[in-house]
């Protein structure tokens, strides 16, 4: 069984409303000035597609909400289809990155996000998690009206949905032999965070 792709493959995880996607946005143009090649994709993104097509939800906030058997199909069919086209992206060379999330609450309790199935699939290099004060989660949650993420449950159930993502975070790696970077993204640093994530890239 081979343990890594051709190309580096960094999973970048965090709670709704951490900023992990606006890390990652900044992360791509400070790629670009420096010449390092990345493909960007988001997990849910796949889960979704394959859902819609499927009838069975409508937006992605929607999935956590479906049987967990049935997340179980859709986890693993985005699986392959992102391996799929990272291949034909980024062939030999480059880097993989991945925006998902360790731990996502369901109506049936918390369920990984990076479970076995899903690392035999992605094998990666690293897996960062990017955090910021529950506090600052729990205020982006209530600006953000587009998202549905009142289940969550305000600063407590932040903080706690943080500290069992990262301990789940870190449970993932240890099939791999995965690095696992944690980011801060503090209020309006956005760009700083990228500069660390994308240092730690490098250093892979």
């Keep these: 069984m081979k343990l ?11 709670v709704p409303g951490v900023g992990k996607t606006t890390v990652i946005k900044e992360l791509q143009g400070l790629a670009e000035k420096e010449g390092v090649k990345l493909h960007i994709v988001n997990f849910g993104s796949f889960m979704l597609d394959t859902a819609v097509k499927l009838g069975l939800v409508e937006d ?10 049935r997340q179980l199909e859709l986890q693993r069919e985005a699986a392959k289809r992102i391996v799929a086209e ?22 049936a309790g918390y369920w990984p996000g990076l479970p076995k199935h899903v690392l035999d699939e992605l094998k990666p290099d690293m897996i960062a998690v990017v955090e910021a004060s529950p506090e600052e989660v ?4 209530a600006r953000d009206t587009t998202r549905y993420r009142v289940d969550i449950g305000g600063v407590e159930g932040v903080k706690r949905l943080m500290e069992n993502a990262r ?5 993932s790696a240890i099939h791999y032999a995965s690095t696992v970077a944690i980011v ?21």
């Design 4 to 14: 890594r792709h051709p190309f580096k493959v960094v999973v970048v995880t965090g």
């Design 86 to 107: 990272a291949s034909k992206a980024l062939g030999g060379d480059g880097v993989l990155i991945i925006d998902t999330h360790a731990l996502v609450k369901t109506v």
């Design 184 to 204: 801060e993204n503090r209020e309006g640093q956005a760009a700083k965070a990228a500069e660390e994530l994308l240092k730690l890239i490098k250093n892979l």
């Design 138 to 141: 729990a205020a982006r949650q």
């Design 60 to 69: 992605r906030d929607k999935i956590r909400t479906l049987p967990l058997r």
């Design 167 to 171: 301990a789940a975070s870190i449970a």
